[in-house]
C-alpha cells in the first residue's frame, strides 16, 4: 500500500488517548477504557498517487497494558488488494501531560505520537520517519465520547494548505 495511504491508518491508531480530568493516570485509564475491545469501521483516504480518495476498511483490537498505556493492532485493507497490518501503543506521561505513542505499519517507516486531550478529542501531532507530502508532520484528531464509536481525521498539509488526507468512523463489535 502507498506510503500516503497509511496516513490514515496512524489516525486509526492513534485512537488510544487518553482524559486529561482528574487523576492524570486514572483518566487515561478512563478514556483508554473507551477503546478496549473489537472494532470495524473505514472511511476515505486521500492516496498521493490517485486523483480521489480510496475507501477503506479497518478491523482492529485494542488492549489497555496499565493504567496509563495502550496498544491497538490490526489491518486495513484499501481497493480490495491491498491490506496493511498496523499497529500503536500509547502511553500518558503524567510529569509531562501528553499522550505520547509510536505507530508502525507506514511504509515511511515508524511515526511518532505526541499531543493533548481536548474534551472527547485527542489531539496528536504525527512525526513521519521521513517527507510525505510538503513536510513530515500531520496533525491526527480522534473523538470518541464513549458511545461505542469513534471517529478519526488526519490533516497534512499540501502546497501550502491544510488538507484532511483520511476520515474514519468505527464502531464497536
Same mark, same amino acid.
Given at each position: 500500500?502507498? #506510503?500516503? %495511504?497509511?496516513?490514515?491508518?496512524? !489516525? %486509526?491508531?492513534a485512537?488510544? $488517548?487518553?482524559?486529561?480530568? !482528574?487523576?492524570?493516570?486514572? $483518566?487515561?485509564?478512563?478514556?483508554?477504557? /473507551?477503546f478496549d475491545?473489537? *472494532?470495524?469501521?473505514?472511511?476515505?483516504?486521500?492516496?498521493?498517487?490517485?486523483?480521489?480518495?480510496?475507501?477503506?476498511?479497518?478491523?482492529? #483490537?485494542?488492549?489497555? &497494558? +496499565?493504567?496509563?498505556?495502550?496498544?491497538? $493492532?490490526? #489491518?486495513?485493507?484499501?481497493?480490495?488488494?491491498?491490506?496493511?497490518?498496523?499497529?500503536?501503543?500509547? %502511553?500518558?506521561?503524567?510529569?509531562?501531560?501528553?499522550? /505520547?505513542?509510536?505507530?508502525? !505499519?507506514?511504509?515511511?517507516?515508524?511515526?511518532?505520537? $505526541?499531543?493533548k486531550?481536548?474534551?472527547?478529542?485527542?489531539?496528536?501531532?504525527? @512525526? *513521519?520517519?521521513? &517527507?510525505?507530502?510538503?513536510?513530515?508532520?500531520?496533525?491526527?484528531?480522534? @473523538?470518541? %465520547? +464513549? /458511545? +461505542?464509536?469513534?471517529?478519526?481525521?488526519?490533516?497534512?498539509?499540501?502546497? +501550502? &494548505?491544510?488538507?484532511?488526507?483520511?476520515?474514519?468512523s468505527?464502531?464497536? /463489535?
Open positions: 500500500m502507498p #506510503s500516503s %495511504t497509511c496516513l490514515a491508518f496512524a !489516525g %486509526t491508531l485512537l488510544c $488517548a487518553g482524559l486529561a480530568i !482528574g487523576s492524570p493516570a486514572l $483518566a487515561a485509564s478512563d478514556y483508554f477504557s /473507551r475491545g473489537q *472494532w470495524r469501521g473505514g472511511g476515505s483516504v486521500k492516496v498521493k498517487q490517485l486523483p480521489a480518495p480510496t475507501n477503506v476498511s479497518c478491523t482492529v #483490537s485494542g488492549t489497555r &497494558k +496499565g493504567p496509563s498505556s495502550f496498544d491497538i $493492532a490490526g #489491518s486495513c485493507r484499501a481497493m480490495l488488494v491491498m491490506s496493511r497490518d498496523i499497529a500503536a501503543r500509547l %502511553t500518558y506521561d503524567k510529569g509531562a501531560r501528553l499522550y /505520547r505513542g509510536t505507530y508502525t !505499519g507506514s511504509s515511511s517507516g515508524p511515526a511518532t505520537l $505526541a499531543g486531550l481536548r474534551g472527547d478529542t485527542l489531539d496528536l501531532r504525527v @512525526k *513521519w520517519a521521513k &517527507k510525505i507530502y510538503d513536510d513530515d508532520f500531520a496533525r491526527m484528531l480522534i @473523538k470518541n %465520547t +464513549g /458511545r +461505542g464509536a469513534f471517529s478519526m481525521q488526519v490533516v497534512e498539509k499540501i502546497n +501550502g &494548505k491544510n488538507v484532511v488526507v483520511s476520515n474514519l468505527f464502531k464497536g /463489535r
